[in-house]
């Protein structure tokens, strides 16, 4: 059974840091096809960063330059570096695994497995 377990979500003010782990087991773990997305209320999912099955590093417009994907493959972990947040980065955040080829990185019906997401709080 695939398991996602994310940690590190909190509340910060703006500006402020976070990083996010997803410990991933279950499942042959690969380092390739694995990503960040979130969810703000009232808005639907979206990608935020993900390593898609090209082995290319994706991220969305808005974090880029802020936010820091990455891995390491002994400890089946996903890591999110997240700096100089925002208000506006306020949302549930979900590590998702195992993706289909064909679809954009940062859709969800390309993903087969969801955390049960952490919630992040960036205050003004």
């Known amino acids: 059974q695939v398991q996602l377990v994310e940690s590190g979500g909190g509340s910060v003010q703006s500006g402020g840091s976070l990083r996010l782990s997803c410990t991933a087991s279950g499942y042959a773990y690969s380092r390739n096809c694995m990503g960040w997305f979130r969810q703000a209320p009232g808005k639907e999912r979206e990608g935020v960063a993900a390593?898609?099955?090209?082995?290319?590093?994706n991220y969305a417009d808005s974090v880029k330059g802020r936010f820091t994907i990455s891995q390491d493959d002994a400890k089946r972990t996903l890591y999110l570096q997240m700096n100089s947040l925002k208000p506006e980065d306020t949302a549930m955040y979900y590590c998702a695994a195992v993706c289909l080829s064909g679809a954009s990185w940062s859709t969800e019906r390309k993903w087969m497995h969801w955390g049960q997401g952490t919630q992040v709080s960036v205050s003004s």
């Open positions: 390593f898609d099955i090209d082995e290319s590093t």
